[in-house]
């Protein structure tokens, strides 16, 4: 409510019986009170009133019955600074709730639970659709996604897409995520589910299986519509589900400016990621009605909070108090806790309508994917079955076949005579035996075979160390997932110098070391220093034996 505040000034002018002129200084107070005053006489119709910069004059005004009917004048002007009050918006309800993304507990809460409205932080849960609907396969990021009136009719924040235009997804994501642009989250929805509404009850089935028990969704970009609502508490649910769910797409959130396509979009929230240290998203929100609202996540060495905020009065203020937010976390947070990862979202319907990213079937209305459910187990693949290899034979058919000849012919002559008795005889006692081979003969196929048999060749493996006894440790971890994620992200930053070394985890009763091995003292040195220099904790292990 606003408040009107009437000052009287005296002018000089000759007074008169029934016309006294006066000038009237009309202030407009913002909050939760109203007080008019007029002369000696004030009447408060509530406290705490705030100037708002609104100045009425009013010149030589009659009063025909005295004092009493100047009040009235002055209830009139009253009356109207309270009619172009209501037209002003009026501060958002506040919400806040502070959360350990690594196990979900609850640091700090207030309003947690208040039904509100969540503006753009919705885009949360069109992106965490998108990311899902790709790893299984119902659409693609190089999907060409055709814009509808719908979508391009949306009002900004928006990235300014035509009716009918084609426009990959994988831009659309990043005008959803980095501008929070409206025209490409509501073309997202209806890329993957045929029509908006459709990719609404989708979201409310994702938002169920998540616990999101007080959250309701209209549509996919977060404008106000009558039953949109949800919590900083659901919010934040969601926002840890995206971090954990699908880490691949995460650095979206974080980029502070993105190749859309049409356009290079910058980041909506670049000033609060600029100044805080280990920020990297989530999504901004605002809306008339919500306010400036913001999930924001930050991690410093093995810890990681979930700030969110609702109702800011302006975004300067929000992001002061996300600030407060995230040091209180930092602050209540163990340094040291077990990754309790939230369960993925699993399907929660069996029939999920596909939009642009498939051929048009049934009149245009989408077509149906059935999906039997997650797979239980994992087969092993069967070997391909390869052609059975035809047998050789090892003997001359010619030779068989002639003995085969002569054992028939054998068979069928006649009994031998006297005549031949003899020339049997003759052929036994000749001398048949072979000559023996000369000498000088010289065998082709030896001489070959001596030519072309290579020399052997001892193959002799390079060592793994060759003087390399040195490594680099860059932390231990609670667990080894974590010390091999931070092993690779420590390799594809620091490629020139830990290139040929080996990544490898030591678990111990004190936790999980992530080491780099197979290096020399002086590779070992100037990694850590590069390392150091990039905030990457780090010291030498090893020996020159």
């Known amino acids: ?62 009063i025909r019955s005295g004092p009493k009917a100047l009040r009235w004048v002055i209830l009139c002007m009253c009356l109207i600074g309270v009619s172009f009050a209501g037209s002003q918006s009026h501060a958002a309800p506040y919400a ?38 790709i790893q299984r396969g119902e659409i ?44 490409a989250a509501t073309a997202i929805g209806e890329a993957i589910s045929g029509s908006e509404s459709a990719f609404a009850t989708r979201m409310n089935r994702t938002a169920k299986a998540m616990g999101m028990n007080n959250t309701t969704f209209r549509n996919a970009n977060g404008l106000t519509q009558d039953g949109h609502l949800s919590t900083a508490r659901d919010m934040s649910i969601l926002g840890r589900h995206v971090i954990y769910d699908y880490p691949q797409y995460y650095n979206l959130f974080s980029r502070r400016t993105a190749d859309a ?60 108090k996300i600030t407060e937010l995230m040091d209180l976390g930092f602050n209540r947070a163990p340094s040291r806790a077990t990754i309790d990862r939230p369960d993925l979202v699993a399907t929660a319907d069996p029939e999920i309508i596909t939009g642009n990213s498939r051929p048009a079937t049934n009149g245009g209305a989408g077509k149906t994917v059935r999906v039997s459910g997650s797979v239980t187990r994992s087969l092993r693949p069967k070997t391909r079955p ?45 001398d048949l035996a072979p000559k023996s081979r000369p000498t000088n003969l010289v065998t082709a196929s030896a001489d070959i075979a001596a030519a072309t048999e290579p020399a052997p060749e001892i193959v002799t493996r390079v060592s793994t160390s060759g003087g390399r006894h040195w490594g680099v440790n860059v932390g231990r971890y609670t667990s080894r ?24 985890v030591v678990s111990t009763a004190r936790g999980h070391d992530a080491n780099f091995m197979g290096l020399t003292r002086e590779t ?11 905030g990457t904790p780090c010291f030498m292990i090893g020996s020159e034996s």
């Open 386 to 430: 390869a052609p059975e290899p035809e047998m050789l034979l090892a003997v001359n058919t010619d030779v068989i076949n002639s003995a085969l000849a002569e054992a028939v012919e054998t068979a069928l002559a006649p009994a031998p005579t006297e005549a031949q008795d003899a020339v049997a005889l003759a052929l036994a006692t000749a």
């Open 140 to 183: 693609t990021l190089d999907t060409e996604v055709k814009i509808t009136s719908n979508a391009s009719s949306e009002p900004p924040s928006k990235l300014g897409l035509r009716t009918g235009q084609t426009i990959k997804l994988r831009y659309l994501l990043r005008a959803a995520a980095v501008k929070s642009a409206n025209d």
């Open 96 to 133: 806040a709730l502070v959360m350990d993304a690594r196990t979900g507990e609850v640091l700090h809460a207030r309003n947690a639970d208040t039904r509100l409205h969540p503006a753009s932080l919705t885009k949360m849960m069109t992106l965490y659709i998108a990311f899902q609907a």
């Open 261 to 320: 396509g049409i356009a290079q979009v910058r980041h909506t929230n670049r000033r609060w990621l600029d100044s805080y240290e280990g920020g990297d998203g989530i999504k901004t929100g605002y809306t008339r009605a919500a306010g400036f609202n913001l999930v924001a996540s930050a991690q410093r060495g093995q810890e990681r909070i979930i700030a969110t905020v609702f109702g800011g009065s302006s975004t300067a203020a929000r992001n002061v």
């Open 524 to 534: 070992a040195d100037l990694a850590c220093r590069r390392l150091t220099a990039r």
């Open 1 to 62: 409510m606003l408040g009107v505040h009437a000052l009287p000034h005296p002018i000089s002018a000759v007074s008169r019986r029934n016309v006294t002129p006066k000038v009237f200084e009309i202030r407009v107070f913002s909050g939760f009170s109203l007080c008019a005053s007029f002369g000696n006489n004030t009447k408060a119709l509530g406290i705490n009133p705030r100037p708002e910069a609104v100045k009425i004059e009013a010149v030589d005004v009659k």
């Open 481 to 504: 997932y974590e010390a091999e994620r931070v092993l690779l992200k420590v390799a594809l930053n620091e490629m020139s110098t830990l290139d040929g070394s080996l990544r490898k």
